[in-house]
């Protein structure tokens, strides 16, 4: 790999050098060769990954769908196999997310996300009984910084949600019921950070972003003024005391019981399956920490600011029944509102950064979707008080 004079590895200067340097195209025939691009996939690379348990099947040719860009690339690959791959049924598309682009090396290389996500569907997602994609294929190359998730496509069985999507009570139950899926599942366990779930905390996972995204925080600052008509006017009058509110909000997670979390549980990363189940993708940032920031932030962005003040109670409380029936000691509400109010911070920052990114971020969402979720975030924040609660 040719990197930058002096250039620190997994720096920005080493992953643009790299970048640089590389065929972006160079074909790639073997599971062990991370693709560069998509152009790189061949009919012999697709066998390898996808025909291992079918004796003598073989993909014969492949092309794609439309390009769906945002912190990955994203597309569908669509498969024609020889007799033998037909008789065994294999899939005719898969779904893929790459990092193709130079902006999407740094931002998923930087973050560590590429390898999150690799690491959750190599060492995590057969461990789970949680409605989430099934993944087929997944790769971090930490030489070239290339990277390559393949899942089973869920086409047409499943609705993708968005800041559309009405949600009544009984979906955003069915989210509680994966969140404790997942958080149960490895509660207080002492593989957490270990080779079996070598996942970072979250707040270390928060200090690495802020050291290698050093304009985060003014971003979201920046973003917060711009955010001024979303938003009740007293708290926009407390604008000074956002970011110190938000980096206190990690930092709690070091005095919480531990679990493995999503991190990024936005709307837009449910789905509705055929059974009415909701469904959970986009494991970039999976962390260890506690599950009160994937519980609020679930709630917050999936229901209108309406419905969110009617239901949030009953649904918390539905949350820690579904946890306590999976083994998990019981907490109180109390104890589990003082949590919970405080890591909205977090959830705002993730999306007062996608209103005004960093450098180096590439655009993630519509800003119809930005502005949304921004509007019931700074809601919740101002109805809870939250930058009282420190």
Not at 237 to 252: H, L, M
Request: glycine share 4%; hydrophobic share 40%.
């Amino acid at each position: 790999m040719s990197v930058a004079l002096n250039a620190e590895p997994n720096s920005a200067e080493a992953i643009t050098a790299a970048f640089r340097s590389e065929q972006h195209d160079e074909q790639v025939t073997r599971a062990d060769q991370v693709p560069k691009s998509y152009g790189s996939i061949t009919p012999a690379w697709l066998t390898d990954v996808l025909c291992g348990d079918a004796p003598g099947a073989r993909v014969e040719s492949h092309r794609f769908d439309e390009r769906d860009d945002g912190s990955s690339n994203r597309r569908r690959i669509f498969l024609t196999y020889n007799d033998a791959g037909q008789v065994a049924s294999l899939p005719s598309t898969v779904f893929c997310k790459a990092a193709e682009a130079l902006e999407n090396r740094l931002v998923l290389s930087l973050s560590g996300a590429a390898q999150i996500e690799a690491d959750f569907y190599n060492l995590v997602r057969g461990r789970l009984d949680i409605e989430a994609p099934v993944g087929l294929y997944a790769q971090f190359d930490p030489e070239t910084y290339a990277s390559l998730i393949m899942m089973r496509d869920l086409g047409s069985s499943v609705r993708f949600c968005d800041d559309r999507t009405h949600m009544d009570f009984d979906h955003v139950a069915s989210q509680m019921r994966t969140l404790a899926g997942l958080h149960s599942r490895f509660y207080e366990s002492p593989e957490l950070g270990g080779s079996t779930l070598p996942f970072r905390t979250w707040p270390d996972w928060w200090r690495n972003m802020m050291t290698v995204s050093p304009d985060f925080a003014s971003s979201c600052d920046v973003a917060f003024g711009q955010a001024e008509p979303l938003m009740p006017e007293r708290l926009f009058r407390r604008r000074a005391e956002i970011w110190p509110a938000t980096d206190a909000s990690v930092e709690r997670h070091r005095a919480l019981p531990r679990t493995l979390i999503h991190c990024d549980v936005h709307l837009k990363n449910w789905y509705i399956a055929a059974d009415k189940r909701m469904g959970l993708s986009d494991f970039q940032i999976v962390s260890v920490g506690h599950w009160s920031r994937d519980v609020i932030y679930t709630m917050t962005t999936a229901l209108t600011i309406e419905d969110r003040r009617r239901w949030e109670k009953d649904l918390v409380r539905y949350y820690l029944d579904q946890m306590a029936e999976r083994g998990v000691p019981r907490t109180s509400e109390d104890e589990a509102w003082a949590a919970l109010r405080q890591q909205l911070m977090t959830a705002l920052a993730f999306w007062t950064i996608t209103l005004v990114p960093a450098e180096g971020m590439p655009a993630m969402q519509p800003e119809r979707t930005t502005h949304e979720f921004l509007r019931r975030l700074l809601a919740a924040i101002d109805d809870h008080d939250v930058l009282d609660s420190f």
